[in-house]
């Protein structure tokens, strides 16, 4: 199964900047995507933004897309979330998750809540405020 720990997160001014860490282990990510997803208080878990691991395709929920960037790191089986102009409405818990292109790549895309994913994080905390 393997795991993954998200750090980074922290308390940020709105329009500031934060990067994320997404770390994986015990597991190669053969034909698997990672996302990024945000779970606001009250709110459902949605889709933020994933990265294809087979080929490299990124993908984002529109409302980030432009300020947000998924890239990785394959030296140090790491995933990240460089976030500029954040929003006070990034205020969640981030998670990343693991699973098939198919299952997690269209709530990146349309910010919708995933369904069964096969691996999640922990989640990091992200409070925007001046």
């Known amino acids: 199964q393997g795991k993954l720990v998200e750090s980074g997160g922290g308390l940020v001014q709105p329009g500031g900047s934060l990067k994320l860490s997404c770390t994986y282990s015990?597991?190669?990510?053969?034909?698997?995507?990672i996302g990024w997803f945000r779970q606001a208080p009250g709110q459902e878990r949605r889709g933020v933004s994933c990265?294809?691991?087979?080929?490299?395709?990124?993908y984002y929920a529109d409302s980030v897309r432009g300020r947000f960037t998924i890239s990785r790191d394959d030296a140090t089986n790491t995933v990240s979330l460089q976030m500029n102009d954040i929003k006070p409405e990034g205020t969640a818990v981030y998670y990343c998750?693991?699973?098939?292109?198919?299952?997690?790549?269209?709530?990146?895309?349309?910010?919708?809540?995933?369904?069964?994913?096969?691996?999640w994080g922990q989640g990091t905390q992200v409070t925007v405020s001046s």
């Open positions: 015990g597991f190669y990510l053969n034909q698997r995507a």
């Open positions: 998750a693991k699973d098939w292109p198919a299952a997690i790549i269209p709530p990146c895309t349309d910010g919708g809540a995933p369904g069964y994913v096969e691996l």
């Open positions: 990265i294809d691991m087979e080929d490299g395709r990124t």
